[in-house]
């Protein structure tokens, strides 16, 4: 469950298998996060689905967020390896993590109808919404161009399925443009300052923000 790559493979290019979604695409030489389906990305053995939180999550306040800009994309995975992610300035989305609770995610009929695709992750961009498999992808391995936010920042990676990928740490929040990502003890929440919406992904299932 994860999806301008954002990156290598479209930055936010989610186009066509979205519902109300705008996000990255894929292209090999700057990933981009908007509407085309992301490739689902190695991801650790899963746990149990656990039961939806009570609280509703709300886009990230800007106060003590990283700002990325300069780096024109930021990929990272949770601190547990399991949700990969990345961001521009366009978009930011996140892939489902391995056994996460599908219960509330829309059928592959209604995000990318005709596809014969999976729906893979959620995305933000000028609306919220969800992705398929097939295009765009968080790259976040130590080795990435993608992670070179990260590389100053000395912050832990961790191992995910034999890949060694960058983490955003628990508490800590990354802002690229309109753009924000933070790094929870119950999932990974990203959303667009500018209007207010936004997604919470966690194994415990998908809030969109609107």
Known sequence: MRARVLFVVALFALA????NQPVPSTSPSSPSLSPS???????PTPSPAKATTSAKPQVPSPAGALDV???GQAHFASPSGRIWCAMDEDGALCH???GMNEATVPKPEVVCPGEHLD???VNVSDEVGYFCSGGIE???????EYVDWWRPTKWPSVKSDGWTVATLPYGKK??????LCASERTGIVCGNTATGQGF???LAGVTLIE
């Not at 389906?37 to 991801?43: F, G, M």
């Not at 968080?138 to 990435?144: A, G, K, V």
């Not at 990354?174 to 753009?179: A, S």
């Open 16 to 19: 066509g298998c979205a519902t």
């Open 37 to 43: 389906a992301p490739s689902s990305s190695t991801t």
């Open 69 to 71: 800009a300069k780096y």
């Open 96 to 98: 489902f993590p391995y």
């Open 119 to 121: 729906v893979t992750g």
């Open 138 to 144: 968080s790259l976040p391995q130590t080795y990435s």
């Open 174 to 179: 990354l802002k690229l443009g309109d753009f």
């Open 200 to 202: 919470a992904v966690a």
